[in-house]
Each structure stands twice: as C-alpha cells, then as structure tokens.
C-alpha cells in the first residue's frame, strides 16, 4: 500500500520532549516533517533534502532533530524543550519516482499539544 504512517503525537507539557515517526510504504521515500497550526499554513519543521543533509526551521533549530532509519524507511523527528507555540498537527512528507517523475505524498497527521 502506498502509503505514510505517522505515530507518536499528544499531549506534553511546556519544556518536555516527544518524538514522532513516520513510515514510508509502497515506493515512498519518507523526507520529513511540516507542521499546520489552527488557522496558519502548514510550514516546513525539518526534513532531509536530495542531498542528505538536514533542513530545519529557524523556530525549531537547537530543539528538534530528524533522523533516519533507511532499512525501515522511517524518518523520526524528536522534539525537545517543546513551546506551545509548537502545537499543531504534524505531517510526514515523502515522495515516489512514477514514470520518472517525482510525486509528493502526506502522511494523514498527529497532533501535537503543549500545554500545561
């Protein structure tokens, strides 16, 4: 199935730390994490590039860290120091070559909450 799988969201306290997952079925390459908060676009968090190195937000640098595991195709984003401005729902972004071209794929989201 074609397809990616995000797990790992909830709720946190200010100052505490979660990691996400996500898995790539199907062809999918899973490249990294945007995050949508209520009522703003979604925007890009971190994410490896073509290159394998590592793009982050500004908002986000120092705190969160994305990983990979290529034998799963999973990517990991643990997050660290968490805001409330970090709430949002967040999503795993990843893309599949399909007659030679590169196709974008979403993952479905999880929510993160930092509140206390």
């Known amino acids: 199935q074609v397809q990616l799988v995000e797990s790992g969201g909830g709720l946190v306290q200010p100052g505490g730390s979660l990691r996400l997952s996500c898995a790539g079925s199907?062809?999918?390459?899973?490249m990294g994490w945007y995050r949508q908060a209520p009522g703003k676009q979604r925007e890009l968090v971190a994410t490896?590039?073509?290159?394998?190195?590592?793009n982050y937000a500004d908002s986000v640098k120092g705190r969160f860290t994305i990983s990979r595991d290529s034998a799963k195709n999973t990517v990991y984003l643990q997050m660290a120091s968490l805001k409330p401005e970090d709430t949002a729902d967040y999503f795993c972004?990843?893309?599949?070559?399909?007659?030679?071209?590169?196709?974008?794929?979403w993952g479905q989201g999880t929510q993160v909450t930092v509140s206390s």
């Open positions: 972004n990843g893309r599949r070559r399909v007659l030679g071209v590169w196709v974008n794929y």
């Open positions: 199907g062809g999918i390459n899973a």
């Open positions: 490896f590039t073509s290159d394998d190195s590592t």
